[in-house]
Every structure is written in structure tokens, then in C-alpha cells.
Nanobody
Framework: HVQLVESGGGAVQTGGSLKLSCAVSGYLYAQYCMGWFRQSPGNQREGFAAIYTGGGDEHYAESVKGRFTISQDNAKNTLFLQMNSLKPEDTAVYYC?????????????????????WGQGTQVTVS
């Protein structure tokens, strides 16, 4: 049974930082593309970062490039998202997602249809 559980969300002031975690269980973590998405009220779910858990392929959307960093602890099957210089427009529910990787790459990393498994989400509020 695959499970993704996010944590680390909360409220922060503009310019502040948060680190989200996504604990993964139930499958072989090292062969997956892991993505981060966010969704604010009235908007579609936006994919903005992804990493191949075997290393070497990483993606960021322009909206977060230079401010957000995706990382992982394979020994603990955990994905992280370090978010710095947060802005009010970063306010959203943040989700992690997982998809089997083809060839060690994260194709179409920002599309929700790419991913099979999803966490329940964690709220991030920037004011």
C-alpha cells in the first residue's frame, strides 16, 4: 500500500522560509519521479518541482527557481522542499506526488496526469 505523507506546512511572513517533508512508504523509492505541486483556491493544481530519486534529473518552474530547492534522503525514503524568500502568492496547499520513472528522467513533471500517487497536502500561508 503506497503512502505519501506531507508535513511542515504553516504560516510564515513574507520573506520567510519553510521546509516541507514528504514521507514515502509502500514501494521502492529509488526508481520514482517525485514531484511537488500546489493549489490555491480557484486555481488548478500547479506542478513546480520534481526530482528523480535515483539522482541526476531535477526540474523547477520559473515561479520558484532560485527560491525553492527539492532534496531527498533516500535512506529515510523522504522528499524535502526547502522554500525561501516566500511571497504571498506562494500561499497554497502543497502536495507531493510519485510516478514510476522511465529511463531515470521525470517526463512531463508538471502535469498531474504524470503521477500515480499523491499525498494529502499541507497548507502553506504567507502573509
Amino acid at each position: 500500500h503506497v503512502q505519501l505523507v506531507e508535513s511542515g506546512g504553516g504560516a510564515v511572513q513574507t520573506g520567510g522560509s519553510l521546509k516541507l517533508s514528504c514521507a514515502v512508504s509502500g514501494y521502492l523509492y529509488a526508481q520514482y519521479c517525485m514531484g511537488w505541486f500546489r493549489q490555491s483556491p480557484g486555481n488548478q493544481r500547479e506542478g513546480f518541482a520534481a526530482i528523480y530519486t535515483g539522482g541526476g534529473d531535477e526540474h523547477y518552474a520559473e515561479s520558484v527557481k532560485g527560491r525553492f530547492t527539492i532534496s531527498q534522503d533516500n535512506a529515510k525514503n523522504t522528499l524535502f522542499l526547502q522554500m525561501n524568500s516566500l511571497k504571498p502568492e506562494d500561499t497554497a496547499v502543497y502536495y507531493c506526488a510519485a510516478a514510476r520513472s522511465s529511463g531515470g528522467l521525470c517526463y512531463s513533471y508538471s502535469a498531474t496526469s504524470t503521477y500515480t500517487y499523491w499525498g494529502q497536502g499541507t497548507q502553506v500561508t504567507v502573509s
